[in-house]
């Protein structure tokens, strides 16, 4: 199987009007054909996933586009016309439980695409449910990435469509009367299987940049350190792909589907700009009885208040409170995983040789510092965002 990053870019020619011819001799156009499959309901079109077969010049190429971040993931695999290749299926697994795969259209030597948008909503409730359906949808959509895993940013987001549904359920429990507790216990479980990954994902990428600094010989005693998180992160990834193979999670996606259509409303009149000002309230409240000096965990509390406001503000449309929630969330963010690195870095260096000890002690002063950094900084970016609540 063969796989292509591809990146897209729109190219136009100032004041309009046509290019010039190319000069040449002009090729013979070859013939190629590209039979679109999907399942039932179109639930790859959804996502935006594609799979085609393209056949032509003697030759027959199954491909598979998946999202990945701002370009597009391209898997190759040759196969014949009616088969999809066993590597390619696996893939897509989480879709294949709504029916077996048919051919949905056939194009010649042409593409077209087109973007849609969703009707706007009639109400607090109906925008909710819909927001609720597009991170479901963003859920399934970085799946077959996230089983891929050649791509960090699949599993990033896939785990920020699990923790953006339930912070949307949780935003908007005052305007549903159904009893989402079971579900959003479940779609917790979720979440922490895929963070376990990609808290290691994103430990091994900030400790080997550090490690890149160093000289020679401590990065030889920092590589060793690293060694041990990477068999860390292969142990967790096998815990991962077994969970995504399983019938529950299969099942779980079907009960959010379910669940969201038939979610009933409460009758509340409450607006979305009401819900997202009580989440405010609580980030205010929260901040008021830190102490002057507060610990890392409340530190750690106060972003995850503002994590939720910023996702209410999102369902909101209040764009320049979401700006600055997500500043604040950066900078405790940093602060978080300075802290997160030390601890696991003093973990690593417990029991090792003197020289790797000591290579870890130095790994462990930089995070040190940059936790300092981000505790000096977080209230300003605070400031900013208080103006807007």
């Known amino acids: 199987m063969r796989a292509t990053r591809r990146e897209g870019w729109r190219l136009g020619r100032p004041g309009g009007g046509r290019l010039p011819p190319v000069p040449g001799t002009p090729l013979d156009p070859p013939v190629v054909t590209s ?35 701002g370009s597009q993931l391209e898997l190759e695999a040759d196969g014949p016309p ?44 109906e925008e909710l449910r819909g927001r609720l359906r597009r991170q479901l949808a963003e859920i399934e959509r ?61 430990l091994l990428a900030r400790l080997g ?30 815990r991962l792909l077994a969970a995504l193979r399983s019938d529950e999670y299969l099942g779980l996606l079907d009960d959010t589907a379910r669940t969201i259509d038939e979610l009933e409303p ?23 009885k830190l102490p002057e000096r507060p610990v890392n965990e409340e530190l750690h509390s106060v972003r995850k208040k503002g994590k939720r406001v910023r996702y209410a503000a999102e369902l909101a ?24 690195a030390a601890e696991r870095l003093r973990e690593l260096a417990a029991g090792t040789p003197p020289q790797r000890a000591l290579v870890a002690g130095r790994l462990v002063e930089r995070e040190e510092e940059r936790r300092l950094e981000a505790r000096a900084a977080w209230p300003k970016a605070w400031k900013k965002l208080r103006k807007t609540l």
Not at 105 to 116: C, D, Y
Not at 223 to 231: G, H, Y
């Open 35 to 69: 039979v679109y499959h999907d399942v039932p309901g179109g639930a790859l079109a959804t996502v935006g996933i594609e799979l085609r077969c393209r056949t032509g010049q003697g030759r027959s190429v199954w491909q598979l586009t998946l999202p990945a971040g």
């Open 82 to 125: 009616l088969h999809p290749p066993q590597a390619l299926l696996a893939i897509l697994q989480v879709h294949l439980r709504r029916g077996p795969l048919e051919p949905v259209a056939e194009l010649r030597s042409t593409r077209r695409s087109a973007v849609g948008e969703d009707p706007p909503a009639s109400s607090p409730f």
């Open 142 to 202: 970085h799946d077959p990435g996230t089983r891929l895993g050649r791509d960090p940013e699949s599993l990033h987001d896939m785990r920020v469509g699990v923790r953006r549904l339930r912070a949307l359920l949780r935003a908007g429990r005052e305007l549903v009367a159904t009893d989402t507790v079971e579900l959003d216990e479940r779609l917790k479980e979720l979440g922490r299987i895929l963070g376990e990954v990609r808290d290691l994902d994103v």
């Open 209 to 238: 940049a550090e490690a890149a600094a160093l000289g020679r010989d401590d990065g030889m005693q920092a590589a060793s350190l690293l060694a041990a998180l990477r068999t860390e992160r292969s142990c967790s990834r096998s």
């Open 266 to 288: 409460s009758g509340s009149a409450a607006t979305l700009d009401e819900l997202t000002d009580q989440a405010a309230a609580k980030l205010r409240r929260a901040v008021r």
């Open 317 to 340: 449309g209040r764009d320049k409170l979401v700006k600055r929630a997500k500043e604040l969330q950066d900078v405790l963010g940093e602060h978080q995983d300075a802290v997160v």
